[in-house]
């Protein structure tokens, strides 16, 4: 290929994608909302849940920590692609030219290998979490599926160490030894039992899984997983 103009004289040429000059800066603007937004929620995760009803703050961070880390994900993987278009034989495939795509980005191009990088890495630890969280709720619905209740969703087990905790299933199953039982009174059981009936009720497993899922690709957002798991308790 010529480098003249398509239709010159030179003959044909390769020409630019439809970047013009100001494309650098707004894909730098494009990546620092959600990289902003995810240091600003770093900060104040905690006030945040403290200051919502623990019934609208799950769900809500939940949902803001899932959006965060795919809105940054996203906005990496432009930068990685744009310089990725420059590299290798992309120019000559795609017949553009890689000079007037630098030129137009305004970025250097180890920029685009950091949010490469960035993306593979963060991609990589979400997949290694969701396939845990994943084994681990699988586990828990046959766990839940195996216990045989003593009434309703209660399963009683006789063992020296006071211990309650709720299994996720279709259905679920609250767990409490005997032990427990014999250290609390009858309100403190009713209330025990409603705590972790309530667990069950609201899928918190869920939310916290989804949480540590979007932590994973955005280590920005570990405070606010934290802040999650709890507002559930």
Known sequence: YATGRPGSAGGRGRCAPPF???????????????????LVL??????????????????????????????????LSVVAVLVAAQLGPLPRIGHWSAPSLRSGLGFPDVVGLLAMALVLSGLGSATVRGVCTSRALVRAWRTARALRPTGGELVLIDDAVPLAYSVLGFPGRIVVSTAMLAVLSAGERRVLLA????????????????????????????PLARAVSRAVE
């Open 42 to 75: 770093c900060l104040i995760a905690d006030r945040l849940a403290r200051s919502l009803q623990p019934g609208w703050a799950v769900p809500l961070l939940t949902a803001l920590a899932l959006s965060v880390a795919l809105c940054t994900g996203i906005a």
């Open 195 to 222: 705590h972790e009936a309530s667990h069950l009720r609201n899928r918190h497993q869920l939310y916290f899984g989804l949480t540590r899922l979007a932590a994973a690709a955005d280590p920005l957002l570990r």
């Open 20 to 38: 013009g000059g100001r494309t650098g800066g707004r894909v730098i603007a494009l990546l620092a909302v959600p990289v902003l937004i995810g």
